[in-house]
């Protein structure tokens, strides 16, 4: 991803695991992660997420996930979930919550937990080369099961009923947005 960022002076971007941040304690004011806490470990990334901020620093958690609801076709969301996943499975992940419970153990105050939805707007090839980009996609052609011309074609077949013109569809995206804030 690094390689994507525009270069700024003013920013310096750094690589390490979440869970051994290279960073002085109580540094910062706010943290946000980004549709990835299901793939940290949850208790040794919560203790850095403190250790990290100031005194009363917030912790903002969203995420931004794809699903499967394409406006006005019923049909999609059910070959998703069964053709879709049956042929490639979710990769493991933690998804447990992150509630008042887990994140008061992990000295933080639960302010908010609120949901929201988005709409993106995907022309068949751009909805093949969203759906590419899932681990579980990813994992199965690193096993060997697939190549990635053999997935590419094979959506580009399962897709293509739902998408009976050139024009962009619309699918519903969304998640939580959790605000946490460290407690004293």
């Not at 070959?79 to 887990?102: A, G, Q, V």
């Amino acid at each position: 991803m690094l390689g994507q960022v525009g270069r700024d002076q003013r920013i310096d971007f750094l690589v390490s695991p979440a869970e051994s941040l290279p960073l002085a304690h109580e540094t910062f004011d706010l943290l946000t992660v980004s549709s990835a806490l299901h793939w940290f470990e949850r208790n040794a990334f919560l203790a850095e997420a403190r250790r990290v901020l100031r005194p009363s620093g917030w912790f903002v958690v969203y995420d931004n996930f794809f699903s499967a609801n394409l406006h006005g076709s019923p049909g999609f969301k059910p070959w998703f979930l069964s053709m879709y996943l049956e042929r490639f499975p979710t990769t493991p992940r933690d998804n447990r919550p992150l509630d008042s419970r887990s994140a008061s153990q992990a000295g933080f105050q639960l302010v908010t937990n609120e949901t929201y939805t988005n709409v993106v707007l995907f022309k068949r090839e751009q909805l093949v080369d969203y759906l590419l980009t899932h681990t579980n996609i990813i994992a199965a052609i690193e096993r060997g099961n697939w190549t990635l011309d053999e997935v590419r074609a094979y959506l580009s077949t399962e897709v293509s009923p739902y998408f009976p013109s050139q024009e962009p569809r619309a699918f519903d995206f969304g998640g939580p947005i959790i605000l946490l804030r460290k407690a004293r």
